[in-house]
């Protein structure tokens, strides 16, 4: 197992650079195997360098489909598969161990389809417009996979949304479940991202500038003018590209271990 300080969805790309000797461990035992996979799960208290971290127990299987050196450590490119629970927690030995049981794939229904693409417009936007104010790993046009199932667990991974909203979008048990959540959480996130990096100077100084030219046309203006069009309170919106291929870009190192 490798707690991580960030949640990794099924079908999304996941950069680890490896530093820690009982990680290193880790990745011999996991290369033996036929599969090269591992268990990530969020890290509820701690960091994840050094040890003695508190895990939740939900989390996703990591298969390696990358591997090679950087500097003296080793770095590798896995992919999120199925979602995994923890049943019980095992002793380090150097590294994290834990008995897990699969949890059940999410199911497509053709019902859900206008709550996908609603989803997917609300992330899109979200993303764009958060990418002014932080830098992100994913653009508004970040390529999804055609497989709705796949791409709404993509749409998940890139929404600009904090840990633990992610690690409940994790633990939904129907797709419907996850789309809802989805669009409610980014929405949120959306107005705390643009709340949090408004500049209340500036914008008293556009206050008084906008009524200051109202109060100037107001006194130009002969007395039958007309009102605004039904349109003057319209906000443009990004554009929203078409996906049509998988999300396996590499978002650059999402953990260190």
């Known amino acids: 197992m490798f707690p991580l300080g960030s949640v990794l969805f099924p079908h999304m790309p996941l950069a680890l650079r490896v530093f820690e000797e009982r990680y290193r461990v880790m990745l011999a035992r996991v290369l ?4 090269a996979e591992f268990g990530v799960v969020l890290i509820e208290r701690g960091r994840e ?13 990591a298969r390696i489909v990358e591997l090679g050196a950087l500097d003296d450590d080793i770095a590798l490119i896995a992919r999120g598969g199925r979602r995994i629970e923890v049943v019980r927690w095992l002793d380090d030995d150097p590294h994290p161990m834990a008995v897990v049981r699969d949890m059940p794939e999410l199911e497509w229904d053709e019902s859900l389809r206008g709550m996908r693409e609603q989803a997917e417009l609300v992330v899109r936007r979200a993303v764009s417009r958060a990418s002014e104010f932080v830098e992100l790993p994913w653009g508004g046009d970040a390529e999804l996979s055609d497989d709705p199932v796949e791409s709404s667990w993509q749409l998940a991974g890139i929404a600009p949304i904090g840990p633990l909203d992610q690690l409940a979008l994790l633990r939904s048990t129907s797709l419907r479940e996850l789309l809802a959540r989805m669009v409610e959480f980014t929405i949120e996130s959306e107005e705390t991202i643009a709340a949090a990096f408004v500049d209340p100077d500036l914008d008293a100084e556009l206050a008084d500038a906008i009524a200051e030219a109202a109060r100037a046309d107001g006194e130009g203006a002969p007395a039958d003018a007309g009102a605004p069009p039904d349109d003057a309170d319209a906000r443009a919106q990004p554009d929203d590209p078409d996906p049509d291929s998988d999300a396996d870009a590499d978002p650059g190192p999402d953990g260190r271990g």
């Open 49 to 61: 360098a050094g040890g003695g971290e508190h895990r939740f127990a939900i989390g996703t299987v």
């Open 32 to 35: 033996t195997g036929e599969d």
